[in-house]
């Protein structure tokens, strides 16, 4: 079992959509958790913490749960500026970040 | 300005040769990385340092060789280049178990 895993995808969404990702994780003892999007060609860049009670950025909600292993990243209201990689990030004990692959998302006109 | 900043932002080399990639960063940060992200997109460690100690070292050929001289700086040299090293390379930089922030990546090409 991979150590973060996501649905690489793609989405193919219409602008104005509401889209949800899921990633799921493999260290029970991970503490630290994040959302980063990647556009073609650049660096990654932080899009937002995950906490643990969930938390709430514009148009943006992430939500983590410990008990299953999973985190995802909620997109309200879909821009075609929101088309991007999206990487699932969770932060071992030793601060050995691992990435997920990555999920494409395409917000088309 | 830049935070993290890669030298070079493209290279582009021969099989065998040698070459070393330079990453500074000027965020005050005590942790630096340095990731490999092949064809396929996939974003893997290659190697952590915090307070220029080595404390994440996975599994890469010992051909690859971090140096840090000083906490804002970790330079990756490479020895030996062979074609499937072509990928890019992003250096980061954090505070111990905070969020990352990414040099622009170096485009390496070996032919």
């Known amino acids: 079992r991979k150590e973060v895993e996501q649905d690489p995808g793609p989405f193919n969404v219409p602008e104005g959509a509401t889209v949800a990702f899921n990633c799921t994780y493999s260290?029970?003892?991970?503490?630290?958790f994040f959302w980063y999007r990647q556009d073609c060609r650049k660096e990654p860049k932080l899009l937002m913490s995950?906490?643990?009670s969930g938390n709430e950025d514009g148009r943006f909600t992430a939500q983590l749960n410990r008990a299953s292993q999973y985190i995802s990243l909620l997109i309200r209201d879909s821009k075609l500026s929101d088309s991007a990689t999206y990487l699932c990030?969770?932060?071992?004990?030793?601060?050995?970040?691992?990435f997920g692959a990555g999920t494409r998302l395409t917000v088309k006109p | 300005d830049t935070a993290v900043s890669q030298t070079p932002k493209y290279l582009v080399t021969q099989m065998g040769n040698d070459k070393s990639i330079k990453c500074e960063q000027n965020?005050?940060?005590?942790?630096m990385y340095w990731y490999k992200q092949d064809s396929k997109k996939f974003l893997k460690i290659m190697f952590s340092?915090?307070?220029?100690?080595?404390?994440i070292n996975e599994t890469v050929p010992n051909r690859f060789s971090p140096k840090s001289p000083d906490k804002a700086h970790l330079n990756l040299h490479i020895n030996s280049l062979e074609l499937g090293d072509s990928a890019v390379y992003f250096c980061?930089?954090?505070?111990?178990?905070?969020?990352?922030?990414f040099g622009p990546g170096t485009r390496l090409t070996v032919t």
């Open positions: 980061a930089s954090s505070l111990l178990r905070d969020e990352q922030y």
């Open positions: 260290n029970s003892a991970s503490q630290s």
């Open positions: 340092y915090n307070n220029k100690e080595l404390i």
């Open positions: 995950v906490y643990s």
């Open positions: 990030v969770v932060n071992g004990n030793n601060n050995d970040m691992r």
């Open positions: 965020l005050g940060h005590d942790t």
